[in-house]
Nanobody, 116 residues
Framework: QVQLVESGGGLVQAGGSLRLSCAASGSIFSINSMGWYRQAPGKQRDLVASITSGGRLNYADSVKGRFTISRDNAKNTMYLQMNSLKPEDTAVYYC??????????WGQGTQVTVSS
């Protein structure tokens, strides 16, 4: 079983920064990709950023140049550095891992609120 625990969310003014962390534990033998998703009220859950097992990065167009995804393999932790935050970035942010066989694992989510 895999557990993912997010932290680092909160309330910030527009233009500010936050760093989200996702700590992974449990039996993860092979990972296809890791990533961050977000879901605003009344909307679907969308990909924000991801890293494949080969290190390829992918960002949603809306966050390119503002958000940076990274990982620390030694700490089994993934990060999302969010700069120049906008009110439209307000959402619950979820950490995600897809195993090599396509099994998804999700964290419980962390709220990010950006005030104008």
């Amino acid at each position: 079983q895999v557990q993912l625990v997010e932290s680092g969310g909160g309330l910030v003014q527009a233009g500010g920064s936050l760093r989200l962390s996702c700590a992974a534990s449990g039996s993860i033998f092979s990972i296809n990709s890791m990533g961050w998703y977000r879901q605003a009220p009344g909307k679907q859950r969308d990909l924000v950023a991801s890293i494949t097992s080969g290190g390829r990065l992918n960002y949603a167009d809306s966050v390119k140049g503002r958000f940076t995804i990274s990982r620390d393999n030694a700490k089994n932790t993934m990060y999302l550095q969010m700069n120049s935050l906008k009110p439209e970035d307000t959402a619950v942010y979820y950490c995600n891992i897809y195993s090599a066989i396509g099994t998804p694992y999700w964290g419980q989510g962390t709220q990010v609120t950006v005030s104008s």
